[in-house]
């Protein structure tokens, strides 16, 4: 099935107030993540903090936080469809504005690729969810997380880079 640019549009206007309104409530959220006195970040637990401040955070942080946790990473799942959904409707947008086959298939192939971004972002929220719940050293298990996430974010930056500027630069033929 092949979809119009104007359909195209509105998956992606409908993938962006997913996104808004999901990140809205996911960084009113974030206000709430004290520990030890110090807001701690989503950020923070992906890219920023070593093992053993992930683990102080998600095992001896305030029930209530904990359970602020939990909250923002299940709103995070409806955040992810808007995302990754709204990156590949810009990629495929963009797309139909190139006419290089190796550019246009690039441009397919990163679309394509948000699934697996998509997937990677969803076992990013399972590893924080089974560490919060089952209280095991993360350790052996933090570089492969890591790399989950490194994936995640390759993939989702560089659809949206390339998308956004081939939008903006390239005049429809």
């Known amino acids: 099935?092949?979809?119009?640019?104007?359909?195209?549009?509105?998956?992606?206007?409908?993938?962006?107030?997913?996104?808004?309104?999901?990140?809205?409530?996911?960084?009113?959220?974030?206000?709430?993540?004290?520990?030890?006195?110090?807001?701690?970040?989503i950020i923070g637990l992906e890219i920023v903090y070593p093992a053993q401040k992930v683990m102080d955070i998600l095992y001896r942080s305030?029930?209530?936080?904990?359970?602020?946790?939990?909250s923002h990473l299940y709103f995070d799942f409806a955040f992810m469809i808007?995302?990754?959904?709204?990156?590949?409707?810009?990629?495929?947008?963009?797309?139909?504005?190139?006419?290089?086959?190796?550019?246009?298939?690039?441009?397919?192939?990163?679309?394509?690729?948000?699934?697996?971004?998509?997937?990677?972002?969803?076992?990013?929220?399972?590893?924080?969810?089974?560490?919060m719940k089952n209280k095991t050293d993360i350790r052996p298990s933090f570089s492969g997380y890591h790399f989950v996430v490194m994936v995640k974010w390759v993939l989702a930056l560089g659809g949206a880079l390339l998308s956004i500027s081939v939008l903006l630069l390239k005049r429809k033929e």
């Open 82 to 131: 808007g995302a990754y959904g709204g990156i590949a409707s810009l990629l495929m947008m963009a797309r139909s504005r190139i006419t290089h086959i190796i550019f246009n298939r690039l441009l397919l192939f990163l679309a394509v690729a948000q699934l697996i971004a998509w997937g990677c972002d969803i076992l990013e929220n399972l590893y924080l969810l089974d560490w």
């Open 62 to 70: 305030d029930q209530t936080v904990l359970t602020l946790l939990k």
């Open 1 to 41: 099935m092949v979809l119009s640019q104007k359909q195209w549009r509105n998956i992606f206007l409908f993938c962006l107030g997913l996104f808004l309104g999901t990140a809205f409530c996911m960084k009113w959220l974030e206000t709430l993540f004290i520990y030890r006195g110090e807001i701690f970040t």
